[in-house]
């Protein structure tokens, strides 16, 4: 195998030969132990022989009357001359694959992830002091992983937590702010009222006196906890009340839903990626390569002779959507899509009670679906209490 890979690789010719009797040129080729690697006789006086390129010489001192006419090559001298033929292409080839390779060790974008500015300010400084920078070579994972600790050393009393990860040619920065507890503010003087018309589910008071009962229905800005201390009818103290109150609510939506539901969802997942583009033809170096993706594509270099390129490509992970509904999927599916939208205002102490399906509508491509929904909410306000002169009156 590994002879038969050598010999390919050795210099070979085949060359045409016209004269008179051709097997007597041929039998003075095998006496000079000239190895023929093929033979084909086209004629009584026209042959095609193929040797090794070092045994023509041979050939051409007993041609005599013969004329010989060399036709093709192969092995080296074959690779040799199609190298020289595609020189520039090769050459660009080579220079775009050490383009690619040193773009793919270089950082072209850090993103610092926190909503505080001097934070973000701070941070992109210190990181520049370490050579963490745009355009400039990535970081080793324990230089990354020392730089971390020097810089939460350095601000202990802002940045609880670090973290530097790497996304194709692009840092991102996940920080933590160091929070120091204030001293909370004084409640001022308030009762706690129904935001809206509700029934009463559940009532939270950490201070004054809760006036409504649970189950009790109450129209917006009824008073719930009071602030209005009374004995006997009459004021003793006015504070500030404080609590949390939640109120059955209602809502009534309407939902369109499709029969027929296509769509391509863009996911979380994106990177850049380098690649070299030879006609319509793409080559890079990746891993984990996405399905389907969509591809937003810049032009780095280009060669004005040959149709090569050097590009680069913002890549988004997609998702592909495709199925068709029975009615009644379709209005499962409606009815879920109106509980995600009811439940994305809701908070985590807020949930949905109960719903119902009041109408539904249907056309050639689409269901409209009418649901009422009871929602347990959040309905804590406040409203001041203006005291008056003679409003409390003390020792009674």
């Known amino acids: 195998m590994k002879n038969e890979f050598i010999n390919q690789l050795k210099s070979s010719v085949k060359i045409r030969i016209q004269g008179k009797n051709i097997e007597r040129f041929l039998k003075k080729v095998i006496r000079l132990n000239i190895e023929i690697l093929d033979l084909k006789i086209v004629h009584y006086n026209e042959a095609i022989l193929k040797i090794y390129k070092k045994d023509l010489e041979k050939v051409e001192e007993i041609k005599?009357?013969?004329?010989?006419?060399?036709?093709?090559?192969?092995?080296?001298?074959?690779?040799?001359?199609?190298?020289?033929?595609?020189?520039?292409?090769?050459?660009?080839?080579?220079?775009?694959?050490?383009?690619?390779?040193?773009?793919?060790?270089?950082?072209?974008?850090?993103?610092?992830?926190?909503?505080?500015?001097?934070?973000?300010?701070?941070?992109?400084?210190?990181?520049?002091?370490?050579?963490?920078?745009?355009?400039?070579?990535?970081?080793?994972?324990?230089?990354?992983?020392?730089?971390?600790?020097?810089?939460?050393?350095?601000?202990?009393?802002?940045?609880?937590?670090?973290?530097?990860?790497?996304?194709?040619?692009?840092?991102?920065?996940?920080?933590?702010?160091?929070?120091?507890?204030?001293?909370?503010?004084?409640?001022?003087?308030?009762?706690?009222?129904?935001?809206?018309s509700a029934i009463l589910k559940k009532i939270n008071a950490s201070s004054g006196e809760i006036v409504k009962n649970v189950n009790d229905y109450v129209n917006k800005g009824d008073v719930v906890i009071t602030g209005d201390i009374q004995l006997n009818e009459v004021t003793k103290n006015l504070i500030g009340a404080n609590g949390k109150i939640y109120g059955e609510v209602w809502y009534k939506t309407t939902v369109e839903y499709p029969l027929h539901y296509q769509e391509t969802i863009p996911l979380n997942k994106n990177k850049t990626v380098y690649a070299i583009k030879f006609l319509n033809r793409y080559f890079s170096i990746e891993w984990n390569r996405y399905k389907t993706k969509n591809i937003k594509e810049k032009i780095l270099l280009k060669n004005n002779l040959l149709p090569i390129q050097l590009v680069k490509q913002k890549q988004t992970e997609t998702k592909v959507i495709d199925e068709k509904y029975t009615k009644e999927e379709a209005i499962k599916k409606a009815i879920g899509r109106a509980k995600v939208q009811i439940e994305s205002k809701l908070n985590d102490n807020e949930y949905i009670i109960d719903y119902k399906q009041l109408n539904v509508e249907q056309n050639d491509s689409k269901i409209v679906v009418e649901i009422f929904f009871s929602v347990c909410e959040d309905i804590t306000d406040t409203k001041e209490i203006v005291p008056e002169e003679t409003q409390i009156k003390e020792g009674e």
């Open 64 to 196: 005599t009357i013969y004329e010989i006419e060399q036709i093709d090559t192969f092995g080296l001298d074959k690779l040799k001359k199609l190298i020289k033929k595609n020189q520039y292409l090769f050459i660009s080839i080579i220079i775009g694959y050490i383009i690619l390779q040193l773009l793919t060790h270089m950082i072209f974008k850090i993103e610092i992830v926190h909503n505080n500015k001097e934070i973000r300010n701070l941070l992109r400084d210190e990181l520049k002091e370490y050579g963490i920078e745009e355009k400039h070579f990535k970081k080793s994972y324990s230089s990354i992983q020392s730089i971390k600790k020097k810089i939460i050393n350095k601000y202990k009393d802002q940045i609880e937590w670090l973290e530097i990860e790497e996304e194709g040619t692009k840092y991102i920065v996940r920080v933590e702010e160091r929070i120091i507890t204030k001293s909370k503010n004084l409640i001022p003087i308030q009762n706690i009222v129904a935001k809206k």
